[in-house]
């Protein structure tokens, strides 16, 4: 085993969030883990890491083996060039450079240096260091970053650009086992393929990735949900996780109820004990009350209703009274309300030739029109113009100066179009603001003026807790519950043509589906960008592809 992993206890505060959690990762193995936003995936991976050590319990790593973490944010590297930031992570590079550059100045006859530098000399070919930027430079350009981008500082690169940067930075690290969180966030559909290319030829190297992606998990060779503070391990892939996952699920809703069963007797028992106890002449009914109560109580104390969520696939094949049990005790999940459009169909915004870039145009002569209840799907490379198509569509809606220059064509918005939006980046203005001031502020921007009852039970319908959450500030919110929000923002002024900018990241499993399923009963426009082919697969529609050859 390269990893085994046994946390009696670790807390956040006053929140629990692994207790008798067991793992174990052997050479080689695919493994995926998952869970509800919030259960403490990336705090697993902290203690794996060593970035965390505040907890109860063991996390033993295989001796000798090389383990490496890619990154989500670069804050404290973007000085770094693309090379620089790879290179600090190819084992013993700077250490053995060090002594080739100046061991010679300063050894003398002194025979230990000697000897030290020689060995030096000696690994540092046989690790083909020599030429190594040269090799780093020609990887990072198999994923179209091009010389000059891979010397430029990390700060000057897209998010997908530095999610290529990180998969090179691993296969120069030579790592055993690698840690990877949320990995094609960010990445266009060349790129993921890309990427799972790479998942499938890794041979040599566990990968543990913490991912909602359905694609990536569809590569695995086990998942592990982390659920009711455990995990839970599921052998295979994606589509055998839903299989299992349907059957554990389905039997732990028969335990509960029959749990619920006997705690319901057990009451009815003590209650009659009771009431013989008060006519009865000797102790026999009150030993009986008591010896009832103690069961009751103990079966009462251990009884904690568990995490229940069954993909909406596997309940349309179930029996109507199974459905039924598993509706009544299946986890909440986000609550997407709309209001009913009451609108007949009529275009809501035209397209017509357009051309549209900066110094130059980036796209030529892209028309669509859409309609009430069509989607749209735009597809294109990262930097193909997909968002500056997407902003400048905003900038004719709201009437502002477009950033980017329409070069030809013109953009028709109908003046009952109302725009929901959904970014991949926050607007700044929200960063500063808590979520409760963030959410009364995009709705007063609509002129909707909410009470202290009406955002309350907004931030509970997308399971955030109303008295703690909404103090927190956006900028501190984890990716998931910036999605949250987005969504809040996104349905506030009852729009009738949602824009959703890749709409799936960061949402958990059952806050997709939900997601999903609201699109679909959707009655407005829908115009998309997505990477996720299983969310592209339910929206559907007619396809417009940016920068296409």
């Known amino acids: 085993m390269l990893l ?49 050590h505040d907890f109860i319990g063991t996390i033993e790593v295989k001796k000798g083996i090389r383990l490496i973490v890619t990154a989500q944010e670069h804050f404290a590297v973007e000085h770094l060039t693309a090379v620089q930031y790879i290179l600090q992570a190819a084992p013993r590079y700077h250490y053995l450079l060090d002594i080739i550059e100046n061991y010679p100045a300063e050894m003398g006859s002194d025979l230990q240096k000697i000897h030290t ?56 690290a030579e790592a055993d086992l690698v840690l990877l969180d949320e990995p094609t966030n960010h990445m266009d559909y060349w790129g993921k393929e890309q990427f799972l290319d790479w998942v499938r030829n890794a041979k040599n190297q566990a990968i543990f990735v913490i991912s909602h992606d359905r694609d990536v998990l569809k590569e695995m060779d086990k998942i592990v949900e982390i659920k009711d503070k455990k995990v839970r391990v599921f052998p295979g892939n994606y589509d055998a996780y839903l299989k299992q996952n349907s059957t554990s699920t389905l039997t732990a809703v028969s335990n509960y109820e029959e749990s619920l069963k006997n705690l319901e007797k057990l009451r009815k028992q003590m209650q009659a004990a009771g009431a013989r106890k008060a006519g009865a002449g000797n102790s026999a009914p009150k030993i009986l ?96 113009g997909k968002s500056t198509l997407i902003r400048t569509v905003v900038s004719a809606v709201e009437q502002t100066i477009p950033e980017a220059k329409i070069y030809a064509g013109q953009i028709a918005p109908s003046e009952k179009l109302r725009l929901g939006m959904y970014e991949q980046e926050l607007d700044k203005k929200y960063l500063g603001m808590t979520l409760g001031e963030a959410i009364l502020s995009v709705h007063a921007e609509n002129r909707i003026f909410l009470t202290d009852e009406n955002l309350n039970k907004m931030l509970a319908g997308y399971l955030f807790d109303p008295m703690n959450d909404k103090k927190l500030e956006i900028n501190n919110l984890s990716g998931g519950q910036k999605a949250r929000f987005q969504l809040i923002k996104m349905f506030c002024n009852n729009p009738n043509l949602l824009i959703l900018d890749e709409p799936t990241n960061h949402l958990d499993l059952p806050s997709i589906e939900e997601l999903e399923k609201a699109l679909i009963s959707y009655e407005g426009a829908i115009i998309y960008v997505s990477h996720d082919s299983y969310f592209v697969d339910k929206m559907g529609g007619d396809v417009v592809e940016i920068g296409a050859a």
Not at 35 to 51: C, D, S, Y
């Open 4 to 52: 085994s992993l046994n946390i009696e206890e670790k807390s956040i505060g006053a929140k629990l969030l692994f207790q008798g959690l067991s793992l174990t990762i052997g050479e080689g193995e695919k493994v995926a883990a998952i869970g509800r936003n919030g259960v403490g995936k990336t705090t697993l991976f902290r203690m794996i890491a060593q970035e965390e």
């Open 117 to 172: 530098y020689s060995e030096a000399l000696t690994e540092f070919g046989e690790r083909d260091y020599y030429d190594i930027e040269e090799r780093i430079v020609e990887a990072l350009n198999g994923f179209e970053i091009s010389r000059e981008q891979a010397e430029l500082p990390l700060a000057n690169l897209s998010g997908g650009q530095k999610r290529f940067v990180e998969l090179v930075r691993v296969r120069f």
């Open 289 to 384: 009350e008591e010896r009832l109560r103690r069961e009751y109580n103990a079966l009462k104390a251990q009884l904690e209703k568990p995490s229940l969520w069954i993909d909406q696939e596997s309940v349309d094949q179930m029996k109507e009274k199974v459905v039924s049990s598993y509706h009544k005790y299946k986890d909440r999940n986000i609550n997407i309300s709309q209001s009913e459009l009451n609108e007949y169909s009529h275009v809501l915004l035209k397209v017509q030739d357009v051309s549209i870039g900066y110094d130059y145009a980036l796209f030529k002569d892209v028309s669509f029109s859409l309609k009430h209840g069509e989607r749209l799907f735009i597809k294109g490379r990262n930097g193909a």
